[in-house]
């Protein structure tokens, strides 16, 4: 028997424009859970993707029990023991959980005929030695996200996996569910399991881990025993750097108010939002996942109904009902969502950059103007640096910090005055992640007006004037720049008392 | 899983094969047919291939914008139909005994371009409906032109009793029957430009990259401030306002409306813009890849029918050219997850 249960050996992975890990090495113990920590873009969840077989890695190599293999595919993955839990489910909602868990090996008989008695009764069995309390006939989709991550889980124990890698597991859960959770790790650890623990909370690392492995900027930085650590030595590890080139804060004029908002509610999403804005000034939006911060930004931009509420901008009440209305009082929106609702993945990064702004760019005959739109898309990739081969290169084809910029271009184009920025540096790496807030700051400069959203508390603390924090769909308090600590916007993001099961997202 | 990230930064033969795929598999077509029989490889042949296709590749450019949108339109066969038989109920000789409308007796003679301007708007008027049904009621387009296709073939049979709308007037059919250039269908010359006129709206106005955008990803060009509504909406209009066209066209040409022209016209059309790159995911095609497409579908109609082989085993060749296409065509566009 091997000390190690699982090894990488030097792990190497490059995407067009960005080399996702370099010489990366990771040695899992048996038996024990195994935290991996690092920024988002620092290399966690791509070292995993290489060990479950999604990516192909370019060189390194997989020993799993002193023995080397090639992993091309996630079933070759579960066939050596190895399977993940993803941060998003994907489970077959309207199937029952006896299903799902044998989804693609349900027991048959004569070869064809499936035979539900014993799928349910394996079902039961493996659910019951789990100690998880659901019913196997119950449908999928009933189920609350806790449970369905159980039943992925023990899908992962009946498939007889010796190492479960699981992607921000408690992003979604309440404290009484993460303790269940934390339950059922210590369970597997008992039994033998390793379990790869990808987590941005520091408390969770040291109530559950055994070990921690700190990644940055696609280099493994450092790996050691829990009770070796503290806090202060994993930010340390983490960050690498001084917070002052990452939050790139000019302090700029600000000056007249530009946008007031009374009372402002959307349905049952968010209500009694109140805040004015001003000119040079960055306004965060910080709050727990879920807490409205996304939806009252889509509100303001004509994307979701106002049910109630007066939105004034210069002075003038102004009627907002879809995004067109918003972009002529020169608003931008950079959505969240960067799939989703930004990038049109099939489209020129030419034509990503000028979609919201074609009106300046007919003649007049009617005719697009196809000369200025390249010159000017060559200069915002210049201006921005946004890294592509060309500006008729498809957007998909580009990195997630350039995808982000070429959709920072697109509103830059409008040269909007009031600009909405929905957590902006989510999923990019730590290079260009600097980059974009070094750009953030430099419009607030030039007098614009930001509202951003961001989980990131660093980024909140780092970059913002003022700070709005809201929960459960209302605003709990705004905070100066100056009295703003990371416990005080926490203590406003949890507040009103009654409800104490939210989970801290930070 | 995505594409190898690795093979993609080198020229490849591959490559290279998948992205001309269609224009390769065009020429190798008309060398076999010009060698099989020498009467393929003439001038004439070739502008009957165009006259042949014409109709369908006017239903080819006006389905193009529907899939670029990331819907589809079944409805432009019987469009054709309903543009057919109304126009050609206004311009019946009047010696004969069973028209249409018995009242026209009692009229001034109706213009030849009334007529024509006639049955394009009813035509295009199913246009409009599919739009708004697609834009505004979100049904699936599939289902909303399955929809419509249905209705129109109904009302164009309900209109003519089934019976053809036969002895047209010529200054009517000299439309459909001259030619410019003393060779050259105005069919034909109808087509191209069509083909221009799409090209340029395509291309080169707001409408065409907004109609991008939306195929593409419809909530990054809600946001982007693009009315999505009205664009769905001028999508279905300009796709029936190209069979109306193609159906006042035919009718003109052929001296007769007729209920049941056109009559599964639209999956040819919806071929020729696949087999010419326009993707069914949205947001990718050209218009010189469709007319592309329905050059090589022309060709192999016409091919097929001058080297002798069975109609039947036509239609296999043609369904397994129509796939090895557009197989060649999504490795070119995949859109990565």
């Known amino acids: 028997m091997s000390e190690y249960v699982l090894e990488m050996i030097d792990v190497s992975k490059s995407f067009p424009g960005v080399q996702a890990l370099k010489n990366v090495s990771f040695r899992l113990r048996p038996g024990t859970v195994h935290a991996l920590m690092g920024e988002n873009g620092a290399g966690k969840s791509t070292l995993m993707k290489c060990l479950i077989g999604l990516y192909q890695m370019n060189s390194g190599r997989v020993l799993i029990n002193g023995e080397e293999v090639h992993i091309n595919n996630p079933l070759e993955a579960s066939r050596h023991g190895i399977s993940m839990i993803h941060q998003e489910l994907s489970p077959v909602k309207d199937r029952s959980v006896a299903e799902n868990l044998y989804l693609g090996r349900v027991p048959v008989r004569a070869g064809v005929f499936i035979d539900h008695k014993k799928l349910y009764r394996l079902a039961g069995e493996t659910l019951q030695s789990l100690g998880i309390d659901i019913n196997p006939y119950e449908k999928m989709g009933n189920l609350t996200v806790a449970k369905m991550q159980m039943v992925e889980i023990a899908k992962a124990v009946s498939q007889d996996a010796s190492i479960i890698v699981m992607d921000e597991p408690t992003s979604s859960l309440t404290s009484v569910e993460v303790e269940q959770l934390f339950g059922m790790i210590r369970a597997l650890r008992e039994k033998g399991v390793s379990v790869i623990y990808i987590s941005h909370k520091m408390e969770e690392i040291f109530s559950i881990c055994d070990e921690v492995t700190v990644f940055r900027d696609g280099q493994m930085v450092g790996t050691d025993l829990v009770s070796n650590t503290n806090v202060t030595k994993l930010i340390h590890l983490m960050v690498g750097r001084d917070l002052d080139a990452m939050f790139p804060k000019v302090t700029c004029p600000i000056t007249d108010v530009i946008m007031e908002v009374h009372d402002l509610a959307s349905g049952d999403r968010f209500s009694g939002v109140s805040f004015d804005l001003r000119r040079g000034e960055i306004l965060g939006f910080a709050g727990l996942v879920g807490a409205g911060r996304t939806e009252v930004l889509e509100t303001l931009f004509g994307l979701r109904p106002k049910t109630a509420g007066v939105v004034k901008i210069n002075g003038k009440v102004a009627e907002i009902r879809r995004p067109a209305d918003a972009l002529r009082y020169n608003m931008a929106m950079l959505t969240e969502d960067r799939r989703g609702t930004g990038i049109i993945p099939v489209s020129s990064v030419a034509s990503n950059i000028v979609v919201a702004n074609l009106k300046n760019y007919v003649r007049k005959n009617g005719l697009i103007n196809h000369r200025k739109i390249s010159s000017d898309a060559s200069t915002y990739i210049r201006k921005i640096e946004i890294k592509t081969p060309s500006k008729e290169t498809l957007i998909q084809d580009l990195s997630g910090g350039n995808q982000q910029k070429v959709l920072v271009a697109r509103w830059l184009l409008t040269e909007p005055d009031i600009l909405f920025i929905d957590e902006p540096t989510r999923g990019i790496d730590v290079g260009a992640k600097a980059e974009i807030h070094s750009l953030i700051t430099r419009m607030a400069g030039e007098g614009k007006a930001i509202i951003m959203v961001s989980s990131e508390m660093p980024e909140i603390l780092g970059m913002c004037d003022r700070i709005l924090i809201m929960h459960e769909g209302r605003q709990t308090g705004i905070i100066d720049r100056g009295d703003a600590t990371q416990e005080r916007i926490m203590e406003f993001a949890t507040s009103t008392g009654a409800d104490t099961t939210e989970s801290h997202a930070i | ?337």
């Open chain 2, 1 to 337: 899983m995505e594409a190898n990230a690795v093979s993609r930064k080198h020229f490849n033969t591959k490559a290279f094969i998948s992205k001309y795929a269609m224009y390769v598999i065009l020429i190798v077509l008309i060398a076999i047919f010009g060698f099989a029989q020498p009467a393929f490889f003439t001038g004439k042949n070739f502008v009957n291939i165009l006259t042949s296709e014409s109709s369908r590749g006017l239903l080819a450019l006006g389905v193009a914008f529907c899939i670029i949108t990331r819907g589809i339109d079944l409805s432009l066969g019987s469009v054709m139909a309903v543009s057919s038989v109304f126009s050609a109920s206004l311009v019946q000789k009047l010696t004969y005994s069973t028209l249409i409308l018995p009242g026209l007796v009692n009229l001034p003679e109706i213009p030849a371009w009334v007529a024509f301007l006639f049955g394009i708007l009813v035509g295009t008027s199913f246009g409009v409906i599919n739009g708004l049904l697609v834009a505004y009621t979100k049904i699936h387009p599939f289902i909303a032109t399955l929809g419509s296709m249905t209705i129109a073939r109904g009302l164009a049979l309900l209109y003519t009793n089934a019976y053809p709308v036969p002895m047209l007037r010529e200054d009517f059919t000299h439309i459909g029957q001259g030619t410019m250039f003393g060779f050259l269908p105005n069919i034909v010359c109808v087509f191209l430009l069509m083909a221009v006129v799409a090209n340029v709206l395509l291309n080169h106005t707001r409408f065409g990259k907004n109609m991008f955008a939306v195929g593409g990803n419809v909530d990054a060009a809600r946001a982007s401030g693009i009315n999505v509504e009205k664009t769905l909406v001028f999508a279905y209009t300009w796709s029936a306002f190209c069979a109306s066209l193609a159906g006042v066209m035919v009718t003109a040409r052929s001296a007769s409306g007729i209920a049941s022209l056109g009559d599964g016209y639209e999956l040819d059309g919806i071929a020729a813009a696949t087999v010419g790159g326009v993707s069914q995911t949205g947001g990718v095609g050209s218009i010189v890849g469709c007319i592309g497409g329905i050059l090589v579908l022309g060709v192999i109609n016409n091919g097929l029918l001058i080297t002798g082989v069975s109609p039947y085993l036509q239609k296999i060749i043609k369904g397994a050219i129509i796939v090895i296409a557009v197989v060649f065509d999504m490795r070119k566009v995949a859109r990565k997850k």
